[in-house]
């Protein structure tokens, strides 16, 4: 066998051939050949001069040519080390770590069969890995993006700018990622969960690549395992309502594969958030329980009732009390400021989704003034005109146009978490409308694509003419969306500063001359310039949405969830500005036909809604609070047709309310908010009816997880939740049905 030539011996027969990374890094990074002189080689001294020559006017040029070269120590193999004793040594290298890899692996293989051979009382056939199926994230609508955004090893270019691309290229894919109504269950399990999987602890990960045991060194040990968080994340992405819109998805799941130490890895509070609110859409972690009965269901501190309940903090609570920690670390010491917001927001839907008031309260207060504090609730050339010590934003300036529109969705996405929690109570908001002086969210497909839109008829905040037109180029169910909101934040205002305006004798809130007044209702705000225009403003609305935006729901299983919450958000408006006000024992009052309008629309809603297979558990919260209101206004007309004796709109009545019950109950198998909604709504149609009107509705215990039918998940589940708030019941769930023979009763409210 010949022997390979030593790099001295090959120096010395072509002495032009340079040793490795003796070029300089010009060249190299050109595919150039480099001559390696000092200061600069020929090659880069001729581009120099190419490059002063045909330079265009106006741009500069450097004096010198960039040419560098790398330090590297020159070394000498030793006379008595040949080529064949460093083989020699280098084999015995490898033979010493392929021991060690064998020796460890074997101690891994001995402590789960001592540790895992049973899982709270459920055998485990094997020690699979954790993996996905073929319909995760690697089949989603946006993997070959992700595939043909980088190389094999996405590693290699720590360099690489994934913010300033834009993916996908055509506005077919973009579409195709946008318009998934009814995502695959990209979260699905296939192979029995993994030990540790159902229990609260964190745990430190013990592999980074679940097929060969590796272990990033800088992997967060507060964080879940590696396999466990891309599942966790896959599922957020897939089910909830808004997370392409906070994060630009194929970066986002492009990143997650970097390296923990990378710039570009997300960010550690935002990967606990999402671990904590994706819980509700997998059976592999645990999430907190369903109300206890003994909890009133409009309990505003729940944590008080922990210690007397002896319950203990599950997968999520963890999850979410290190997110909040991180959060508040990361903001004291002015770092990662707009990703400390990102996983604020995540926050306050998951204290939402979970019916922790308190909570919630807080949690949108915080994003709303940190959106403040980061300059993202306007945008020039609308700014202060006073000198002021302290910069608009505390964030530096967008790099890109993606980066600039995920900023602007943050904020939205905020700002609607805070004004549709703010329904619910009569606290004043956090921000006022008047300091909100942003553009509108662009349309999905061009997020997607990162593209810069003109601001030609591109809407802002403060248009006048924001609820009666909406320009296509620029209008998708998300903009409708934060109209809507809008809307919903303009009508609380009005309720809650009425009073105020008119004590300060503000003109819009006198009754007009030419009105003859009430003697009944003196001083009436329907009166009023500023209730009428708002009440137009309702009517509207709704009535001027574009044709290709205006049924939410298509087909049996297609819903778009932000185009149903915008349609249901002037019913809800329309029964908060007029409930004050009605008279339901009244024929003539106005005020009355309103809400119970207002109600049926909303009914009719549900009737769409669930005439599909669509999972309803997966649409904005928002959508509880409204059908609980609609609930609650024909409870109203139900105990009005009660004393009257009316017959013939008793049963009518009941019938409906029974209908938005078990809608509420539909949605309080997955969601604890729902569940509390539903609770609510029962006893208030058991006190102001009686028992009689409130039959029983069946319903099940929130957050069953989403598996196939007759896998080992679902057992998994059962043992992971320990049997303390969680019955053995066959679940059907539009489609998907997960039987547990232990048991065949259904829990029934009422």
Same mark, same amino acid.
């Given at each position: 066998?010949? $022997? ?17 990374? @003796? ?11 480099? =001559? ?47 080529? $064949? ?18 020796? $460890? ?36 609508? !946006? ?39 009814? *995502? ?31 272990? !990033? ?91 007397? @309940? ?65 300059? /993202? ?13 302290? *910069?608009?934003? /505390?964030? %530096?300036?967008?790099?890109?146009? /993606? ?55 591109? @809407? ?31 009508? $609380? ?20 001359? =030419?009105? %003859? ?28 949405? %574009?044709?290709?935006?205006?049924? *939410? ?6 819903? =778009? ?53 669509? =999972? ?70 058991? @006190? ?13 215990? %929130? ?26 019941? *066959? ?20």
């Amino acid at each position: 066998m010949p $022997k390979v030539p030593s790099e001295g011996s090959a120096s010395k027969e072509n002495p032009n051939v340079l040793k490795r990374n @003796q070029a300089c890094h010009q060249c190299r990074r050109r595919k150039l050949y480099s =001559d390696a002189k000092r200061p600069a080689c020929s090659t880069c001294v001729r581009s120099h001069a190419h490059a002063v020559n045909h330079a265009p006017a106006g741009v500069d040029i450097p004096p010198r040519p960039e040419c560098t070269y790398d330090e590297i120590p020159e070394t000498t193999v030793s006379a008595s080390e040949g080529p $064949k004793s460093r083989y020699e040594r280098l084999e015995n290298r490898i033979n010493e770590l392929e021991a060690l890899l064998r020796q $460890k692996d074997q101690q891994e293989a001995d402590q789960n069969v001592a540790g895992s051979s049973y899982l709270g009382g459920l055998p485990v056939n094997g020690h699979q890995p954790f993996r996905q199926s073929a319909s995760s994230s690697d089949a989603s609508d !946006w993997s070959g993006v992700r595939s043909s955004m980088v190389g094999p090893d996405i590693a290699t270019y720590p360099d690489y700018n994934f913010a300033a691309q834009a993916y996908p290229t055509s506005d077919a894919t973009a579409s195709a990622y946008l318009n998934h109504l009814r *995502p695959p269950f990209e979260a699905r399990i296939d192979s029995a969960s993994p030990t540790g999987f159902g229990t609260p602890n964190t745990g430190s990960p013990t592999s980074g690549n679940d097929s060969h045991g590796l272990v !990033w060194s800088s992997w967060s040990p507060k964080l879940p395992k590696p396999d466990l968080v891309r599942h966790l994340v896959d599922a957020f992405f897939s089910f909830h309502p808004h997370a392409s819109r906070l994060f630009h998805a194929p970066t986002f799941m492009t990143s997650l594969s970097l390296p923990p130490g990378h710039v570009k890895f997300p960010n550690v509070a935002i990967l606990h958030s999402i671990c904590a609110l994706a819980s509700l859409y997998t059976a592999a972690v645990t999430s907190p329980p369903r109300l206890n009965p003994e909890e009133p269901p409009d309990e505003l501190f729940r944590r008080r009732h922990k210690s007397k @309940q002896g319950r203990t903090d599950t997968f999520a609570d963890v999850q979410a009390d290190l997110a909040r920690d991180s959060c508040d670390e990361q903001w004291s010491m002015g770092e990662n400021l707009l990703e400390v917001l990102q996983a604020r927001v995540i926050l306050t839907w998951f204290y939402l989704t979970h019916a922790r008031w308190s909570e919630v309260y807080l949690a949108a207060s915080t994003s709303m003034r940190i959106s403040v504090a980061c300059g /993202l609730n306007c945008c020039p050339p609308f700014h202060t005109i006073a000198n002021s010590t302290r *910069p608009l934003s /505390l964030l %530096p300036r967008s790099e890109t146009v /993606l980066e600039d529109e995920l900023r602007r969705n943050a904020f939205w996405l905020a700002y609607c978490a805070e004004r549709l929690h703010g329904c619910g109570n009569g606290w004043a908001l956090c921000l006022d409308d008047m300091d909100v002086t942003q553009l509108l969210p662009v349309r999905g497909d061009k997020l997607v694509q990162g593209t810069l839109v003109s601001l030609i008829d591109r @809407q802002w905040a403060q248009s006048k003419d924001l609820f009666h037109i909406h320009p296509d180029e620029h209008t998708d169910s998300f903009t409708l969306y934060v109209k809507s909101v809008m809307l919903l934040s303009k009508v $609380k205002n009005f309720n809650l500063r009425f009073r105020t305006r008119q004590f300060s004798a503000d003109p819009a809130t006198m009754p007009l001359p =030419d009105e %003859p007044e009430d003697p009944r209702h003196p001083n009436d705000p329907r009166a009023t310039p500023a209730f009428i225009e708002l009440d137009g403003f309702i009517d509207s609305f709704r009535q001027s949405f %574009p044709k290709h935006l205006s049924h *939410p729901v298509d087909g049996d299983s297609t819903v =778009d969830w932000c185009l149903y919450t915008a349609c249901l958000v002037p019913h809800t408006a329309a029964i908060l500005l007029h409930e004050p006000h009605a008279e339901v024992g009244h024929r003539s009052c106005t005020s009355a036909a309103r809400i119970l309008d207002a109600s049926r629309a909303i009914l009719n809603l549900v009737y769409a809604l669930t005439s599909t297979s669509y =999972d309803i558990s997966l649409l904005d919260n928002f959508s509880t609070f409204a059908w609980f209101l609609a609930g609650r206004i024909l409870v109203r007309f139900l105990e009005a047709a009660q004393l009257v004796n009316g017959q013939e709109q008793i049963p009518t009545l009941v019938n409906e309310i029974t209908y938005i019950r078990v809608a509420i109950a539909k949605m309080g198998e997955r969601v604890p908010l729902a569940y509390r909604y539903g609770r609510m709504l029962n006893d208030l149609l058991v @006190q102001k009816c009686g028992q009689d009107h409130a039959p029983p509705v069946s319903a099940l215990v %929130p957050r069953w997880p989403m598996v196939p039918t007759g896998t080992a998940v679902s057992s998994y589940y059962e043992a992971a939740e320990s049997g303390t708030h969680f019955e053995n019941v *066959p679940v059907h769930r539009n489609g998907l049905q997960s039987y547990h023979p232990n048991s065949q009763e259904l829990l029934t409210v009422g």
